[in-house]
T-cell receptor
Framework: EAGVVQSPRYKIIEKKQPVAFWCNPISGHNTLYWYRQNLGQGPELLIRYENEEAVDDSQLPKDRFSAERLKGVDSTLKIQPAELGDSAVYLC??????????FGQGTRLTVV | AQRVTQPEKLLSVFKGAPVELKCNYSYSGSPELFWYVQYSRQRLQLLLRHISRESIKGFTADLNKGETSFHLKKPFAQEEDSAMYYCALSQGAQKLVFGQGTRLTINP
């Protein structure tokens, strides 16, 4: 099994442009997380899904960030418009009730 | 609100020396604690969880509810242990909160 798959691995965009990240979780995992990790810091939760429902999006900056998990499988995270401070690694993870969270490789976003 | 604190951003020890990475948490319920590790150019992965009470790669961690700590220990460090280590706390309903991480460097 490939594990959690994220794409792209790297993205460089100019500020004010839109960007989207994609995540394919492990099959059968109901819980999906999006985290943001700034340099030298731990992962910070942006949003958590249980199946297709966003159950915790309190840390998501809703003025520019949006996410969806149609059909409770794949998920996309979008930023529009991007700001310089959005430069970070965006991590996706998935989990079932009886397992730990498994992480993808992450998408490294650079906003210039 | 739940919080995880790792007081050391950097820790450097010599090969063969004991290692202890500190983790303290604040949570009012019964937490589930984890240690995750990230080796160079690899994804974040689970090292161990407190409920399994097992030793992984020579590492152990004991949950001390009185001191609200979950320190990670290894009696004899190896060079391949150099990595970023993150303590994490999970409460009911699958929420997962991470500490800031400790970069462990094992010197030859």
């Amino acid at each position: 099994e490939a594990g959690v798959v994220q794409s792209p691995r790297y993205k460089i965009i100019e500020k004010k442009q839109p960007v989207a990240f994609w995540c394919n979780p492990i099959s059968g995992h109901n819980t999906l997380y999006w985290y943001r990790q700034n340099l030298g810091q731990g992962p910070e939760l942006l949003i958590r899904y249980e199946n297709e429902e966003a159950v915790d999006d309190s840390q998501l900056p809703k003025d520019r960030f949006s996410a969806e998990r149609l059909k409770g499988v794949d998920s996309t995270l979008k930023i529009q418009p991007a700001e310089l401070g959005d430069s970070a690694v965006y991590l996706c993870a998935s989990r079932s009730a009886n397992t730990e969270a498994f992480f993808g490789q992450g998408t490294r976003l650079t906003v210039v | 609100a739940q919080r995880v604190t790792q007081p050391e951003k950097l820790l450097s020890v010599f090969k063969g020396a004991p290692v202890e990475l500190k983790c303290n948490y604040s949570y009012s319920g019964s937490p589930e604690l984890f240690w995750y590790v990230q080796y160079s150019r690899q994804r974040l992965q689970l090292l161990l969880r407190h409920i399994s009470r097992e030793s992984i790669k020579g590492f152990t961690a004991d949950l001390n509810k009185g001191e609200t700590s979950f320190h990670l220990k290894k009696p004899f460090a190896q060079e391949e242990d150099s990595a970023m280590y993150y303590c994490a706390l999970s409460q009911g309903a699958q929420k997962l909160v991470f500490g800031q991480g400790t970069r462990l460097t094992i010197n030859p």
